[in-house]
Each structure stands twice: as C-alpha cells, then as structure tokens.
C-alpha cells in the first residue's frame, strides 16, 4: 500500500528557511517519480518540484526556481523540500506526490498525479 507523510511545515518569517520531507512506504524511490505540489486558500492545487525516479533528475516550477531544492535520500525512502528565501506568496499547505511525469509538474492537474499525502502547513508571515 503506497503511503505519503509530509512533515515540517511551520510558521517562519519571509526570508527565512523550511525543509519539509516527504517518508514513502509501500515502493521505492527508484520506482516512482515524486513532486511537491503547494495549494493555498482558494486557488488550484500546483506542482512546484519532481525528483524522477530513474536518475533523480530535478524539474522545478519558474516561481520556485533557484530558491526551493528537491533532494531525496534512498536509504531513507524520504524525499525533502529544501525552501529558503521564502515570500508570503509561498505560503500553502504543501503535498507530497508520486507517480507522475517530472517535466510536466507545473502544469499537470491533480487528477493526473497517482498518489497523495495528506498534506503539511507552511506559513510565510512576521
């Protein structure tokens, strides 16, 4: 049985840093892709990170780019979201994902992604 558990989101200040992971269980990181999706209050849910299963290659959102890090740990079955220089837009609940295609996260709907996790809060204010 495939199962996601987000953890670390939190409160921090704009400009500061965050790192969510992501525990899988129930396959492997080498079988699935993962991504990280963001949805904030009244808007669609959207892709911001993918890690490919295959090599871990790294596909990012523009508006995340050069700012959020997507990393995974094979060991752990764990995949991170390294967030610094954090904007109040940036706040959302943000989801663990698997089993979808990389090079399309910022544009798939949700009802194209396999997998979900129940989701973890960040919050981007002083």
């Known amino acids: 049985q495939v199962r996601l558990v987000e953890s670390g989101g939190a409160l921090v200040q704009p400009g500061g840093s965050l790192r969510l992971s992501c525990a899988a269980s129930g396959f492997t990181l080498d079988y699935y892709a993962i991504g990280w999706f963001r949805q904030a209050p009244g808007q669609e849910r959207k892709g911001v990170a993918c890690i490919s299963s295959t090599d871990g290659s790294t596909y990012y959102a523009d508006s995340v780019e050069d700012r959020f890090t997507i990393s995974r740990d094979i060991a752990k079955n764990t995949v991170y979201l390294q967030m610094n220089n954090l904007k109040p837009e940036d706040a959302a609940v943000y989801y663990c994902?698997?089993?979808?295609?990389?090079?399309?996260?910022?544009?798939?709907?949700?009802?194209?992604?396999?997998?979900w996790g129940q989701g973890t809060q960040v919050t981007v204010s002083s």
């Open positions: 994902a698997a089993d979808l295609w990389c090079p399309t996260v910022a544009t798939v709907k949700p009802s194209g992604v396999g997998f």
